[in-house]
């Protein structure tokens, strides 16, 4: 039986459990008695907060039902906060003071990226001017998404355009200049598919040139590196599947030996959504890509007790009504899949979520109304309690962010988490509602049933080759243009009262001017010129690694020192081969 | 009858974006015309090579990921450099041209940038009215300087059904090529189905990345009605090729099912069916009767469950037909794989 059969089934079980559970707290008047007798004492357990106005309340909302099934439901069904199956939260106290008081870590993770290596990290130290914790979220530009070097035929154009132009490990220090790699407060994530396990040897590098061998075992971080995905919507993947998953183990065998506190994926949602998917869709194809990987990593002779707690994700957060508890059901069906099927400890259970307002539900005609659409998707993601989260920035849907957009998204998240008394004195203050449990079933069921359809067509990656996740999104990404196109979906400013918001005014566009892009491209070829020599040699020596069946990340480390991105790829589509896209 | 407009269209380099021109592809079909897709993350001289080739009145190019301005203008001056600059280029990207963009690209020799939320029939009279009226060039192929005399290139016919692999073995029959023979050049004929009353997709290109080459010539038709997997066109570019100074040539059919050998036998030297290792049954097996007249039998997805069975299944079923006749089982998608490299061994002899 597949994985992802055995995952429905056991997901039906637990049902099945917590039903008998339910039976048994009403039925039974021992099992009733040591029930109540431990719900008393979760409710004595919470702290008594006062918020500024002098009111008291309790730091944890729990149900006032008194009946013995309710209770049962609660602690079984959906958990403590913190306990299986995590419905809740993956945590005991999300963005409340901890008991120490220790002040928790901001979730808030800027995403930047633009021009060269500089410009970007003075972006990154401007954002972060007023932040205790740092979490910097890297977005790299087309060449360097692509594997190709700033100098290839044809992507001039491109260089530092959307994201910034990485080609060497000194474009990596540059980077993340004057941030101190290593630091317990300091946290990278970068968002790249196709090359990831290159680009995280050049961060790997350049950590151990700036801060010394000592450092490397500290970073913290994620890099994207979620290949499914890009296969089923993205269109980021630059070597065959079978071995960019290859490159993919290889890398996570090595980051949890030697990097103990880095994140090697992100499985991720979010472009599913973005490329069209429904809620549902992006929910279940994120969850059985995940599952994919852990069979992946465990055929590779990986534990799920290792790697499992460095899995991460990141979903989605439009303004369907789904995402009002979309990750709240995502945590369950992981922790009842990863501990019924894999086996996995609680650690590796926890669904370490990241979430990002949808970039599509912006639009730019009346972009200003896209600071109302980030703060009501802002709401739906803390609302679900997610563990970090990045706000748009309204003017994305034409260019790449300005600084002033930007620094009002990450307002507009302080603002709710600090300024707003929803998520400071009392945690899960809107759940338990009838309508979210009713939404819960109803997105459990839906994902569940396309899990069965999945594992029908011979498991996601039987699925992902014939095309199935990607025709299913595309077919409701053209539902979903329909739906704008007549006005079935409202959007305000576009398919309705189009005159009651400003008229379309040519925004402010940055670009990276031509001289920068010359620089970029010039200083890569010094660099091959300074190291002809060796990387010959380097290149030699990964083909006989990636030949001999070794651990090709393990290898990358060496050859990023002296080879480009473009050097690396270049060699490994001679040995490996290249994408071939099905239309 | 010919198609009112004939196009390609793509998504620039380093850019993955497909989901606008796929619903765009679609609605240009809808509405009669040809379009050659040649998929996303594509160079400029991809681009322009494939319009010259396919003989293209216009190129469609959808752009997200910036870059916009300089990557038109490489469109427009290669175009004009290959003394092409009669072939159209129109474009958009969703809300990322700007303005004042489309005006620059507009200068440089874009005849038209759409914007965010143009009514697809706009888009589509844009298209008629500039491109409709072209007078379409007939067969006609480059000319390569000081090649040996004249000797008319194999021509090797490959036919099967639709999602066996055709399009993937010849890609890695071509990349074998390249490789192995530093002057060799190709020339793929390929056939893609016309939809009843309306226009075709030629979607090859998107799939084929080797054969992206300046010493491959490709050419995708559409049936336009015809039955039997080819085009009416097929006979003088079968012709041509095998006269144009080729290595060889590969004439592939549309995705059919069991009826008789498409090819005249005076067009191909070897005739190659390719099914997949997962035909059914073997009554499906006894049906099929272009096994009995093939050259050689390919069995590709050799990594399906069942394979083994598959490729013993065929061969007898050929020892009962004539005699001579090759089965080899390949995995096609698979890098190096041994059996394509045995098939490109068999070919080349």
Partial sequence: MSALARVCDSLEAQARFVEEQIHRARDEPKFRAGLLKRWKAIRASIATVKTPTGLALPSLALPTSTDPGEIARYLFGEGFPGEFPFVNSIYREMYLPAAGGRTPEEPTRLFAGLGLAEDTNERFHYLTKHQRSIRLSTAFDGPTLYGLDSDADGVFGKIGEGGVAIDTVEDMERLYDRFSLGDERLSVSMTINGPAPILLAMYVAAARRRFGAKAVGKLRGTVQADILKEVQAQNEIIFPLEASLRFLADMVAHTTEHLPRWYPISISGYHIGEAGATPVQQAAYTLSNGFTYVELFRQHGLAVDRFGPRLSFFLDCGLDIEYVALARVCRKLWAIGMRDVFGAGEAAQRFKLHTQTSGRSLIALGFKNNLTRTAIELFLAYLNSTNSCHSNSADEPFTTPSEEYVRLAANAQSILLEETGLFRHTMNLFTGSPGMRILEEALEKAILEEFRTIDRLGGVLAATEQRYQRSQIQGAAHLYEQQTGDGTRPMIGLNRYPNSTESFLEPKVLRTPRSRKQLQADRLRKFKHRHRQKSGRALDELTRVVESGGNVFTELLKTVECCSLGQITGRLFDVVGRFRPSV | ?349
């Fill in chain 2, 1 to 349: 009858m010919a198609a009112s407009v004939r196009l390609l269209t793509a998504v620039p380099i380093c850019d993955g974006h497909d989901s606008a021109i796929s619903t765009i592809n679609l609605e240009f079909i809808h509405h009669g015309m040809e379009v050659v897709y040649l998929g996303y993350h594509r160079s400029a001289r991809d681009i322009v090579r494939a319009a010259i080739q396919e003989g293209v009145d216009a190129i469609g190019i959808s752009s997200y990921n910036a870059g916009h301005i300089e990557f038109f203008a490489e469109v427009v001056a290669l175009l004009k450099k290959r003394k092409a600059a009669d072939i159209g280029v129109f474009g958009g990207g969703g809300g990322t041209i700007t303005k004042a963009d489309a005006a620059i690209m507009q200068r440089k020799g874009v005849d038209r940038i759409f914007f965010a939320g143009t009514p697809m029939e706009e888009m589509i009279r844009f298209v008629r009215q500039a491109y409709g009226k072209r007078q379409r060039r007939g067969v006609r192929l480059p000319r390569f300087a000081a090649r040996k005399a004249k000797v008319a290139a194999p021509c090797i016919g490959i036919t099967g059904p639709g999602g066996a692999g055709k399009t993937t073995l010849i890609d890695e029959l071509v990349l074998r090529w390249l490789k192995t023979q530093p002057n060799a050049r190709i020339a793929i004929l390929s056939h893609d189905p016309s939809i009843v009353g309306k226009g075709a997709l030629l979607g090859d290109r998107a799939t084929m990345i080797y054969s992206q080459d300046d010493r491959v010539f490709m050419r995708s038709l559409a049936t336009r009605g015809r039955a039997g997997g080819l085009s009416p066109e097929t006979a003088p570019w079968v012709r041509a090729m095998k006269q144009g100074e080729f290595d060889v040539v590969f004439v592939e059919t549309v995705g059919i099912g069991q009826e008789a050998m498409p090819f005249r036998a005076k067009w191909v030297d070897k005739s190659i069916f390719v099914m997949s290792a997962d035909y059914g049954s073997q009554l499906q097996l006894q049906k099929i009767a272009m096994l009995d007249v093939a050259d050689m039998v390919v069995v590709n997805k050799g990594d399906l469950a069942g394979a083994l069975t598959a490729v013993a299944e065929v061969g007898r079923r050929i020892e009962r037909g004539r005699n001579g006749q090759r089965v080899i089982a390949t995995v096609a998608k698979r890098h190096r794989d041994p059996g394509v490299d045995r098939l490109f061994e068999e070919l080349r002899s």
